[in-house]
């Protein structure tokens, strides 16, 4: 066994819920890393997280480890419980609150229930395009909210853990992960010679202005040489950091989070990594924290070797 491996038994046999995964509870660096995040948030108040993307040699031991090839990957009470996937199947029906011995959020007949269920608005315009759009009876609109607010609305049956919603006589299915963000919706349907379609107002949304923004590497250059306010926090491990980095960015540890949630939420960020694509995951979870002026450094600090500074090395 590898000093790894050893350190993984030690974990997960000492602590209650152990979720390894990419980046850390506050910053998940990859989209099902973070879906997995929100849902032990909304059962428990406190687990173990251990960032694989900081030690390579941890990622490939909790893999062979657990024999599962994917990140993240969750422990409960010293046994391996699955990936993202089964994580959510367990969550909608009810059976992972049941194994981390959590209140289940959700209860009910058919494994739907009012409690805890949003309240959404759907006005009669809406509801008359809706009526004329069901082609299957019985089936009814279920109501989507993904973590970066983008709305679906399509006919479906319904899934082991939906709420029901009653909106106003129309019947919606929504899903746990979707709940939290689709309180106090509104829905209502304009016609074609405004754009036609149905126009969702979801007053938990951020602001259209605070979505995550793209900047090049030449556009930062041109930001640092003339001294903007802005922060440059790097999401990367310290063995990349190591090979290369890029003067007076912040590294976004334990010690950088401190340096963030200190900031106004007005702050200028900027994130990078070595593509573009966890500090673009980064990005979005502070755009969820409150702050309003996000930027993804685009190509991450490759491209900023490529076009800006070709003595950082390139790996």
């Not at 900047?215 to 250059?221: A, D, H, N, S, Y």
């Not at 930001?223 to 290369?244: I, N, P, Y």
Request: charged share 25%; net charge negative.
């Amino acid at each position: 066994m590898s000093n790894a491996e050893a350190t993984i038994r030690e974990l997960v046999t000492t602590k209650k819920v152990v979720l390894f995964m990419k980046g850390s509870r506050h910053f998940p660096q990859c989209g099902f890393s973070a879906q997995v995040i929100e849902i032990l948030n909304r059962l428990v108040p406190a687990y173990e997280t251990v960032n694989v993307l900081a030690d390579p040699e941890m990622r490939d031991a909790i893999k062979r480890f657990s024999d599962w090839p994917t990140i993240p990957q969750l422990y409960v009470d010293g046994k391996f419980v699955g990936g993202c996937d089964i994580i959510k199947e367990m969550f909608a029906n009810g059976e992972l609150a049941e194994t981390l011995g959590a209140k289940a959020p959700l209860a009910g007949a058919n494994g739907a229930s009012p409690s805890g269920a949003p309240t959404v608005s759907v006005t009669a315009r809406a509801a008359a395009a809706i009526q004329a759009a069901r082609e299957t009876p019985g089936d009814e609109l279920r109501f989507v909210v993904s973590p970066s607010f983008e709305h679906e609305l399509f006919f479906d049956g319904p899934q082991p853990g939906d709420l029901v919603v009653d909106a106003g006589g129309v019947k919606l299915f929504v899903d746990p992960e979707s709940a939290s963000r689709a309180n106090g919706v509104r829905i209502d349907f304009v016609d074609a010679a405004a754009g036609g379609g149905f126009a969702i107002d979801n007053p938990s949304a951020p602001p259209r202005a605070a979505a995550v923004r793209s900047m090049t590497p030449k556009q930062l250059r041109a930001a640092l040489d003339a001294k903007d306010a802005l922060t440059l926090f790097d999401v990367r491990t310290d063995a990349e950091l190591a090979r290369a980095s890029v003067a007076g960015a912040v590294h976004l540890n334990d010690e950088g989070q401190r340096t963030m949630a200190a900031l106004p939420k007005d702050a200028k960020l900027v994130f990078m990594c070595h593509h573009g694509m966890r500090s673009r995951v980064a990005a979005e979870t502070a755009l969820r924290q409150g702050f309003t002026q996000v930027w993804n450094l685009e190509g991450g600090i490759d491209a900023w070797s490529a076009e800006v500074d070709s003595s950082v090395p390139r790996y």
